[in-house]
């Protein structure tokens, strides 16, 4: 009986700690922003990145504090003011954009978190960002000789049912200042093999081409295409193009 009791005594002494714990944070309307959205407008990605700052004045008749500023996204960070903010003072929020890899429109949301996350203040920075050209190496890790470099040393085609088809995006780089003639050539001569046999590459220039395979029937044993660049008459590395057996579907 005593055991029930002192069961009791402690589940009631807990449910206040429980119930706070689970209490979601309210808007705070007593910390003003100067601006709830800022426009960076259009940016160069090349430039790295942005900063505003924003203003947020205490209206109350009592000291803010800032407890945290929550991003939600590696790209935004945020600076704050640290220090309780007096009633009729301004705390300022720092908020850095890195537009690196993240081509186009951007819209990111800051949470600022008040009083050890009693309430709130929402904070928004948004843009379009103007994408730059990455090193070659990047998209096109494998350097075929000539200049010419491929986002692939094998492609992997998985095993086929007969009529399934498989398509894979092959990125080609030229860089180099001249123009590149590109004829591909097959060992075998696979004609269920669909891409381009030859190709012409601007002075630097990158471009993406479907590698599609095509099955006619199913084969028991793997096989593998030899695709072989040819660049300005001169033959370089093959490119591997792999078939997996029936037998190994799934797998």
């Known amino acids: 009986m005593l055991h029930k009791q002192l069961l009791l005594i402690l589940f009631v002494a807990l449910m206040p700690i429980g119930a706070t714990a689970q209490t979601d944070p309210a808007f705070c309307k007593q910390l003003v922003p100067d601006q709830k959205i800022f426009d960076f407008g259009t940016i160069q990605e090349k430039n790295g990145p942005v900063t505003h700052t924003f203003l947020l004045t205490n209206t109350s008749t009592k000291p803010i504090v800032i407890s945290d500023v929550k991003a939600w996204c590696s790209c935004t960070t ?8 007096a009633p009729g003072r301004q705390a300022r929020v720092v908020a850095t954009f890195n537009p690196s890899y993240r081509p186009g429109k951007f819209s990111k949301e800051l949470v600022v978190l008040l009083n050890g996350g009693e309430s709130y203040v929402r904070l928004w920075v948004k843009g379009t960002v103007v994408p730059m050209q990455h090193p070659v190496t990047e998209d096109h890790p494998y350097h075929y000789g000539e200049g010419l470099y491929m986002s692939h040393r094998v492609l992997p085609f998985r ?3 007969a009529g399934e088809q498989q398509t894979f995006q092959l990125r080609i780089a030229n860089d180099t200042d001249r123009p590149m003639n590109i004829e591909f050539r097959r060992q075998p001569d696979n004609r269920l093999l669909q891409m381009p046999r030859q190709l012409t590459l601007k002075p ?5 081409v479907d590698v599609s395979y095509k099955a006619w029937r199913e084969y028991s044993y793997r096989r593998r295409i030899d695709i072989v660049p040819v660049v300005n008459g001169k033959s ?5 193009l792999t ?7 799934g797998k």
């Open 159 to 161: 095993a086929l049912k």
């Open 236 to 240: 370089l590395s093959p490119l591997h």
């Open 204 to 208: 630097r220039e990158r471009r993406t």
């Open 78 to 85: 945020a600076t704050f003011t640290k220090t309780p903010v």
């Open 243 to 249: 078939l997996l057996p029936a037998k190994q579907r």
